[in-house]
């Protein structure tokens, strides 16, 4: 007891919790890292099997267990790992009299103390919004009985007046998130016009995405231990023997993560949907259970974001921490070929120089297409078909119909290009 105290007293600048979470170690470490990366020190874990519970989330037995253990350790605040309703949140605040913070509204905390650009601002106050909306007319209607932990102050309000301010403020930001989207998509199309092809990286939170990003664009982003160091999304160039890509580093994902999380961030992420390659960071030093649920949360996410797995590259990062009999085992457990993954190390640089050559590789390599043009798509792309001549050798059978075949001879990424444009023709006399 004195022994928890004194910790507790250690640690005067930092907010104080009990963790209540499920009986499994994954969970257990995640949960841990996610409340010490919001500020928090855990004083004490509790699991249980269900978190679901209609009063408390936990089962009544265990939340008086709760109870007593809050008057033996003193926590300010009671972080319960999984998604809770008003009610549950009223209940727990009312039994413990402490502040509870669902895992939403954690994560939530993480991005507000990480976000520094303006943008970054805009997409947590849009998640904040949007978590606090379905609990909005809830959370007045119960400040109004009394007021507990989390609910002071809301009591003055009216139960719609609330409901329709946070409405409205949603609307505002999300009007400011598109105009900074469309910005975005300038940027795209002045690369597009450049012609540079953008590779981004994606991966759970501290994979080393950044770390990565540092080593070959030659700049200094901050890199951290703790969750959701990334917020923004950084734009460097690199050099492939001869060849110049862009590279992109993005906000890291997490399990269990929300969808709406997801699209408040989705003006950052959208650099994924439109990267000719994504480089998937996992992070190999991890046990091989751990691995494939991250990995199976990181396809989710790019799923969600229309990333063709075609476009998707493996990358087993930290394989410093590993020996090559463990590398060997990881591979087939996320179904990776030596084809479609790497080894490397970021941070001591191991296999990085072998990962840009097969990057190179897989955009500029030579190959050759036949593309098959409709005679009403040919004057419209005639500069573009100019532009593939440049790039690379075309040689034409024009038929009686006035349609066209090539047969190319180029980089994987200036036939990608060419057929984007046919495609967006094709498109637009679709319309
Ligand atoms: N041993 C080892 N550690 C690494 C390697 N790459 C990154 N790290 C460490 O992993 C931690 C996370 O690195 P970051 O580069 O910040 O990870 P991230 O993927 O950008 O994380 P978020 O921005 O939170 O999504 C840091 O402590 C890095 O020093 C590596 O190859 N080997
Ligand atoms: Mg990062």
């Known amino acids: 007891m004195t022994q928890q105290s004194d910790s507790a007293s250690s640690h005067l600048q930092k907010k104080t919790a009990v963790l209540i979470t499920y009986p499994d170690q994954f969970v257990i470490n995640e949960a841990a890292g996610l409340a010490e990366a919001a ?8 699991s249980q099997r269900y978190l679901s519970r209609a009063k408390y989330g936990l089962g009544a037995g ?8 809050l008057d033996e350790v003193d926590a300010s605040t009671v972080i319960f790992d999984e998604k809770l309703r008003s009610t549950q949140i009223y209940n727990l605040a009312e039994l413990t009299k402490r502040e509870i913070i669902d895992r939403e509204r954690l994560i939530l905390e993480i991005f507000s103390r990480r976000a520094t650009t303006a943008e ?14 379905p609990r909005a007319k809830e959370k007045v209607r119960l400040a109004k009985i009394s007021e507990q932990p989390g609910f002071f102050g809301l009591g003055k309000y009216e139960v719609d007046i609330y409901d329709r301010a946070i409405k409205r403020r949603i609307s505002t930001v999300k009007k400011k998130l598109r105009d900074a989207s469309k910005r975005r998509e300038l940027y795209r199309i ?11 990286l994606a991966g759970y939170t501290g994979v080393g995405k950044t770390t990565l990003f540092n080593s070959l664009t030659g700049d200094s982003k901050e890199v951290g231990s703790s969750h959701f160091t990334t917020l923004t999304t950084s734009t460097g160039s690199v050099k492939l023997n001869g060849f110049k890509i862009l590279l992109s580093d993005t906000v890291g994902f997490i399990s269990r ?36 649920r991250r990995y199976r949360s990181c396809v989710e996410v790019l799923t969600e974001l229309s990333v063709s797995p075609a476009r998707v590259f493996l990358v087993f990062n930290k394989a410093d921490l590993v020996d090559e009999t463990q590398r060997k085992l990881r591979m087939p457990v996320l179904g990776a070929t030596p084809q479609n993954s790497a080894f490397i190390s970021a941070k001591t640089g191991l296999g990085v120089d072998a990962l840009l050559e ?3 590789g897989s955009i500029f390599e030579t190959v050759e297409a036949e593309v098959s043009l409709k005679h009403t798509a040919v004057v419209s792309l005639s500069n573009r078909i100019d532009w593939l001549k440049d790039h690379g050798e075309v040689q034409i059978d024009k038929h009686s119909d006035g349609s066209l075949t090539l047969h190319v001879k180029a980089n994987t990424w200036i036939i990608d290009r060419f057929l984007k444009s046919v495609e967006e023709v094709e498109m637009k006399q679709d319309e």
């Open 39 to 46: 500020g928090y020190t855990v004083l004490k874990t509790l």
């Open 62 to 69: 265990k939340a008086e267990n709760l109870r007593a253990l």
């Open 120 to 133: 970054a601002k805009l997409q947590v106050g849009l998640a904040e919004l949007t978590y606090e909306l």
């Open 190 to 200: 002045q690369r597009r016009r450049l012609d540079i092809p953008v590779v981004s």
């Open 257 to 292: 993560l929300p969808a709406y999380m997801i699209e408040a961030f989705k003006s950052t992420l959208e650099e994924l949907t439109y990267a000719s390659l994504v480089l998937l960071l996992v992070d190999a030093a991890q046990p091989t259970e751990d691995l494939s």
């Open 358 to 360: 097969k990057i190179r």
